[in-house]
């Protein structure tokens, strides 16, 4: 028997209670502790240490402790009767110890990203984002060389890749919430340091991708035709032919890409971002060199383009999948979820894939009311559209660097809102630069060097038409990316999804009024409010006075409600 003096989490020291003398407690004693008959212990913390006093005992009743008062500028008092001076030296050593980690840890925290000037924190979060970068890169480019490729072969089938790229890479934003549920789940239990539950978890959700896939690869293989032909109208039931064989042949690549998609999560919740981006850029080397002999070479047009970009995904995918086990886990290891926890990953997710769903849609509405307008517009609007697309990811490690280190922000142990609004300050400035280059070099290659997309000049004409809103719509992304990052932090979801599903009501209503009007110059005016819109609702709330950077009760609101589930 003793007591345990905690001088920290890790720092304990353990006195014999035969060295105390201990007396029988009168009912008029300073302190009287009722202790249990089985082992327990009762902490004494002091406001100006930040310790704790721990005394264990098992098997006593009633008994009087002597206890000291140690703060700040105080040693351990040495009027404790019947404690050796050995005791007393060891525990002077581990308090002056322990001062020293403290001093250490607050010259840390002056270097951490929440307490740098704008521009140290911008250099930060530029060093951050660089491999994040690349990662988001890699799935629109697969797409763009594609169109590179067979933009140069046929304007038909060019055509053909609007509606085929919506069934097979917009619907795939639809299972981001794999993504998110993932990240966060492995996050969690990395802070636990629990490595079974961390196993467990991506066991399950690998389950849940592949399952996934494989509904999808069904549903193509079912109903894909049907789809194209809905989506494209009867103007254009030539391009369906075409647009059907590229989905059919990329459908074999569905179970893979979302096995694929958990596993990466699961690597950058561990911090771990060049494992994927390893395996990306080979899928991507792969893709260019497949679609040049394909269909250059070869001549297999839409389909030779296709066939290369599902052998890069399953590439992609596999490698995904061995940087796990690389890391010691069981990749292969699939586990049926229970009730419990599918109801668990879609009460996580399913803000997050209401948000997504009203992007999708937008972008499916975007094209399907652009392919009612002929052949030629069609192709220049799939190449306008896979530019955007290659241009705005660009925004995405913003929001990922927001939802890095905005959390601890808010809902950490140095919460401190000041620092966030501070950080907050520096993604908007980041992400209205990198807005400003994008719409400026994007608009360009377009306006400039339109052959690099097809030799065809009608197709370049109609490009050139919608140039300003193209640059409008491009320019106010990576900014409104970081914001709604900054939501998905603070946990704000509830208004996130709704009020971009209120962006898709309205802005659907804009698009079909300015699409039968002005035709697709009408179609990108009305995407360059979308983006306007979420850009304007999303920085409302932060800067809101009840929002998460300048009302405590919001944040401790939701601290409460993460500390229950």
């Given at each position: 028997?003793?007591?345990?003096?905690?001088?920290?989490?890790?720092?304990?020291?353990?006195i014999?209670?035969?060295?105390?003398?201990?007396?029988?407690?009168?009912?008029?004693?300073?302190?009287?502790?009722?202790?249990?008959?089985?082992?327990?212990?009762?902490?004494?913390?002091?406001?100006?240490?930040?310790?704790?006093?721990?005394?264990?005992?098992?098997?006593?009743?009633?008994?009087?402790?002597?206890?000291?008062?140690?703060n700040?500028?105080?040693?351990?008092?040495?009027?404790?009767?019947?404690?050796?001076?050995?005791?007393?030296?060891?525990?002077?050593?581990i308090?002056?110890?322990?001062?020293?980690?403290?001093?250490?840890?607050?010259?840390?925290?002056?270097?951490?990203?929440?307490?740098q000037?704008?521009?140290?924190?911008?250099?930060?979060?530029?060093?951050?984002?660089?491999?994040?970068?690349?990662?988001?890169i890699?799935g629109?480019?697969?797409?763009?060389?594609?169109?590179?490729?067979?933009?140069?072969?046929?304007?038909?089938?060019?055509a053909?890749?609007?509606?085929?790229?919506?069934?097979?890479?917009?619907?795939?934003?639809?299972?981001?919430?794999l993504?998110?549920?993932?990240?966060?789940?492995?996050?969690?239990?990395?802070?636990?340091?629990?490595?079974?539950?961390?196993?467990?978890?991506?066991?399950?959700?690998?389950?849940?991708?592949?399952?996934?896939?494989?509904?999808?690869l069904?549903?193509?293989?079912?109903?894909?035709?049907?789809?194209?032909?809905?989506?494209?109208?009867?103007?254009?039931?030539?391009?369906?032919?075409?647009?059907?064989?590229?989905?059919q042949?990329?459908?074999?690549?569905?179970?893979?890409?979302?096995?694929?998609?958990?596993?990466?999560?699961?690597?950058?919740?561990?911090?771990?971002?060049?494992?994927?981006?390893k395996?990306l850029?080979?899928a991507?080397?792969?893709?260019?060199?497949?679609?040049?002999?394909?269909?250059?070479?070869?001549?297999?047009?839409?389909?030779?383009?296709?066939?290369?970009?599902?052998?890069?995904?399953?590439v992609?995918?596999?490698?995904?999948?061995?940087?796990?086990?690389?890391?010691?886990?069981?990749?292969?290891?699939?586990?049926?979820?229970?009730?419990?926890?599918?109801?668990?990953?879609?009460?996580?997710?399913?803000?997050?894939?209401?948000?997504?769903?009203?992007?999708?849609?937008?972008?499916?509405?975007?094209?399907?009311?652009?392919?009612?307008?002929?052949?030629?517009?069609?192709?220049?609007?799939?190449?306008?559209?896979?530019?955007?697309?290659?241009?705005?990811?660009?925004?995405?490690?913003?929001?990922?660097?927001?939802?890095?280190?905005?959390?601890e922000?808010?809902?950490?142990?140095?919460?401190?809102?000041a620092k966030?609004?501070?950080?907050?300050?520096?993604?908007?400035?980041i992400?209205a630069?990198?807005?400003?280059?994008?719409?400026?070099?994007?608009?360009?290659?377009?306006?400039l060097?339109?052959?690099?997309?097809?030799?065809?000049?009608?197709?370049?004409?109609?490009m050139?038409?919608?140039?300003?809103?193209?640059?409008?719509?491009?320019?106010?992304?990576?900014p409104?990316?970081?914001?709604?990052?900054?939501?998905?932090?603070?946990?704000?979801?509830?208004?996130?999804?709704?009020?971009?599903?209120?962006?898709f009501?309205?802005?659907?209503?804009?698009?079909?009024?300015?699409?039968?009007?002005?035709?697709?110059?009408?179609?990108?005016?009305?995407?360059?409010g979308?983006?306007?819109?979420?850009?304007?609702?999303a920085?409302?709330?932060?800067?809101?006075?009840?929002?998460?950077?300048?009302?405590?009760?919001?944040?401790?609101?939701?601290?409460q409600?993460?500390?229950?589930?």
């Open positions: 028997m003793g007591f345990e003096l905690l001088v920290s989490p890790r720092s304990t020291i353990r014999p209670l035969r060295k105390i003398p201990i007396q029988k407690s009168p009912s008029s004693t300073p302190l009287n502790l009722h202790l249990p008959r089985y082992s327990s212990a009762f902490h004494f913390q002091n406001a100006n240490f930040p310790s704790n006093l721990c005394l264990a005992t098992s098997g006593i009743k009633h008994y009087r402790f002597v206890t000291a008062c140690v700040r500028t105080q040693e351990l008092i040495d009027d404790v009767p019947g404690i050796p001076t050995e005791n007393e030296d060891e525990i002077e050593q308090f002056e110890e322990q001062e020293e980690k403290r001093d250490v840890a607050r010259k840390i925290e002056k270097m951490e990203l929440g307490s000037t704008i521009w140290d924190q911008m250099k930060e979060i530029v060093l951050f984002t660089g491999p994040a970068t690349a990662l988001w890699c629109p480019l697969m797409s763009l060389i594609d169109t590179v490729v067979i933009g140069h072969g046929s304007s038909i089938e060019l053909a890749l609007g509606p085929a790229t919506v069934v097979c890479d917009y619907m795939s934003y639809v299972f981001m919430f993504s998110i549920a993932t990240s966060n789940m492995v996050a969690t239990a990395l802070a636990r340091q629990n490595r079974e539950e961390l196993q467990h978890h991506i066991s399950v959700l690998l389950f849940v991708g592949l399952v996934c896939g494989f509904i999808m069904l549903f193509t293989k079912l109903l894909g035709a049907a789809t194209l032909t809905a989506f494209t109208g009867p103007k254009n039931a030539h391009v369906v032919p075409a647009a059907n064989t590229y989905v042949i990329r459908g074999f690549a569905w179970p893979a890409l979302l096995v694929g998609w958990v596993a990466q999560s699961a690597s950058l919740g561990m911090k771990d971002s060049w494992g994927p981006l395996a850029a080979a991507s080397f792969l893709n260019v060199i497949g679609a040049i002999v394909l269909c250059r070479v070869l001549g297999y047009g839409i389909a030779g383009a296709a066939w290369a970009t599902l052998v890069s995904q399953v992609a995918g596999y490698m995904m999948i061995q940087n796990l086990n690389k890391k010691g886990f069981n990749a292969y290891a699939f586990s049926i979820p229970s009730g419990k926890e599918i109801l668990a990953i879609l009460g996580l997710a399913a803000p997050v894939f209401i948000t997504m769903i009203s992007k999708v849609a937008f972008y499916a509405l975007l094209i399907y009311f652009a392919t009612s307008m002929g052949t030629h517009t069609m192709a220049a609007h799939q190449v306008m559209v896979q530019t955007f697309c290659m241009c705005t990811v660009w925004g995405e490690p913003l929001s990922q660097t927001a939802q890095s280190f905005i959390p922000l808010i809902f950490g142990v140095n919460r401190s809102l966030g609004r501070l950080l907050l300050r520096s993604l908007l400035t992400g630069i990198i807005g400003l280059l994008l719409g400026i070099v994007g608009t360009s290659v377009p306006w060097f339109p052959n690099i997309f097809t030799p065809d000049q009608m197709i370049a004409r109609e050139h038409k919608i140039l300003i809103p193209f640059f409008i719509a491009l320019s106010v992304t990576p409104a990316l970081s914001l709604e990052g900054t939501l998905l932090a603070g946990r704000d979801l509830r208004y996130l999804s709704l009020s971009m599903s209120g962006c009501s309205l802005g659907a209503v804009v698009l079909w009024f300015l699409s039968t009007r002005y035709g697709l110059q009408g179609c990108w005016f009305a995407l360059a979308f983006q306007w819109a979420r850009f304007s609702m920085l409302q709330r932060v800067l809101s006075p009840n929002g998460m950077f300048y009302s405590e009760g919001f944040s401790q609101y939701k601290l409600k993460l500390s229950t589930a």
